[in-house]
């Protein structure tokens, strides 16, 4: 399963995987046109870029942090990383960075990557069979959205949960192309339709959902997990 990573060959047996996120106009310069703090910021940041490492199968082992908004924010966007570490319970990830302090920008600007390493392997194509079935676990939102509907977005900790299960065949992260976007190349081998109640060709933000696809006897342990956040989707072949 192809996803937004680049996969660099290690040695023998280990494949690097970087995977990244950026940020602009989202902070708390006077110019920003999302007024919020930058620790959110560079949380959303780096919950998009682990996401987006481990559903292409790596162990994330280092964060680095790109900082545009100048000296006095780095702290804040450390911890916003640290913040997502902790949930996580990976506080062996190191953090790095650097800031940019030759030049002002007017907006903020962060860009985050998380590198992992994974066993080399061969890429197959998903195709979906009578035993699976699909879902996403959260809503798509944007902007101010993030923080005002906070409850419908998918928590860090449960992403980790459903990529630790061995009935769950594939876990995507939904970017800004949206739903219907990640479901039509997740499945790119084979013509299916697909229908939810959510709006499938929103945004998502910073990966406010992500999509499972899943062994149908885990149905009833899926949906007790996910509680409200729980969205299904139906496949028309």
């Not at 060959?9 to 703090?37: H, T, W, Y």
């Not at 945004?203 to 996910?226: K, L, Q, W």
Request: proline share 5%; hydrophobic share 45%; net charge neutral.
């Amino acid at each position: 399963m192809k996803r937004d990573v680049a996969i660099i060959p290690f040695n023998d047996r280990l494949e690097l995987v970087v995977a990244c996120d950026n940020s602009g106009a989202i902070g708390m310069k006077p110019d920003d046109q999302v007024a919020v703090p930058y620790e959110i910021v560079s949380y959303y940041s780096f919950r998009v870029a682990f996401m987006e490492c481990v559903s292409a199968g790596a162990v994330p082992f280092s964060v680095v942090l790109y900082n545009f908004c100048g000296d006095r924010a780095w702290f804040s966007l450390k911890e916003g990383i640290t913040k997502g570490i902790r949930e996580l319970g990976l506080e062996e990830l190191s953090i790095t960075g650097s800031t940019e302090t030759n030049f002002s920008l007017s907006q903020s600007a962060v860009g985050i990557s998380v590198l992992g390493k994974r066993e080399k392997r061969k890429e197959a194509p998903l195709c979906l069979t009578e035993q699976m079935k699909v879902a996403v676990i959260g809503k798509p939102l944007v902007g101010n959205e993030v923080i005002e509907c906070n409850g419908d977005v998918a928590p860090l900790r449960l992403f980790q949960w459903f990529s630790r299960q061995k009935k769950v065949l594939a876990i995507v992260p939904v970017g800004s192309k949206g739903i219907l976007y990640e479901l039509r190349e997740l499945f790119a081998a084979q013509s299916l339709q697909f229908s939810s109640p959510l709006n499938m060709e929103k945004t998502a933000g910073p990966s406010t959902c992500f999509i499972v696809v899943y062994d149908a006897a885990a149905e009833d342990n899926i949906r007790m997990r996910a509680g409200r956040l729980f969205h299904p989707v139906q496949v028309i072949t």
